[in-house]
Antibody
Framework: EVQLVQSGAVVKKPGESLTISCKTS????????IGWVRQRPGKGLEWMVI????????RYSPSFQGQVTISADQSISTAFLHWTSLKASDTAVYYC????????????WGQGTLVTVSS | DIVLTQSPATLSVSPGESATVSCRAS??????LAWYQQKPGQAPRLLIS???TRATGVPARFSGSGSGTEFTLTISSLQSQDLAIYHC?????????FGQGTKLDLK
């Protein structure tokens, strides 16, 4: 069974750094793209970034390029999303998601990580 | 970026009725479009991929159609558990993008 289990909710102050994680199981991590999607409170879904762990091919939305960094550790089948300096506008639920075989529609989703940035 | 415009923003329906949600792309995306259902406090769930292929376990009352720039999600014989927000997602060109969502609520 494919599972994506994300790290827990966090509260941070503006300017702080943060890394959230998405631990996967039930499939060959290296051979499937994995992406991150943002959902601000009461808003729609925003496609952020996607990475192919096997060769680290990465595609960012211009809206998020330079704002976050995606990475993956194949040895623990886990993807990460990192901020160096959080802003209040980063407050949102962040989902990791895995596409289908050979496609980019997100079949499997993590449970979401709520990130709250407040002074 | 390809912009996906969903309409309407909110759709009020009664159980047993049909509901139709539209998604228009700012340029042709072939059939590289997915639909998701999202209930409060939950992650999205894939309903439809490749514009019209139902995902595993999705009831037949959900159907998708369209190609190019115009797409439709139809829910027939609406049930109370179908009340949710529906999102379209294009994966034809980088960056991939989502529509702004359509909320289905009770009339």
């Amino acid at each position: 069974e494919v599972q994506l289990v994300q790290s827990g909710a966090v509260v941070k102050k503006p300017g702080e750094s943060l890394t959230i994680s998405c631990k996967t199981s039930g499939y060959s991590f290296s051979n499937y793209w994995i992406g991150w999607v943002r959902q601000r409170p009461g808003k729609g879904l925003e496609w952020m970034v996607i990475l192919y762990p096997y060769d680290s091919d990465t595609r960012y939305s211009p809206s998020f390029q330079g704002q976050v960094t995606i990475s993956a550790d194949q040895s623990i089948s886990t993807a990460f999303l990192h901020w160096t300096s959080l802003k209040a506008s980063d407050t949102a639920v962040y989902y990791c998601a895995r596409p289908s075989v050979g496609g980019f529609d997100f079949v499997y989703w993590g449970q979401g990580t709520l990130v709250t940035v407040s002074s | 970026d390809i912009v996906l415009t969903q309409s309407p923003a909110t759709l009020s329906v009664s159980p047993g009725e049909s509901a139709t949600v539209s998604c228009r792309a700012s340029q042709s995306i072939s059939i590289n479009l997915a639909w998701y259902q999202q209930k409060p406090g939950q992650a999205p769930r894939l309903l439809i991929s490749s514009a019209s292929t139902r995902a595993t376990g999705v009831p037949a009352r959900f159907s998708g159609s369209g190609s190019g720039t115009e797409f439709t999600l139809t829910i027939s014989s609406l049930q109370s558990q179908d009340l949710a927000i529906y999102h379209c997602h294009q994966y034809d060109a980088w960056p991939h993008t989502f529509g702004q969502g359509t909320k289905l609520d009770l009339k």
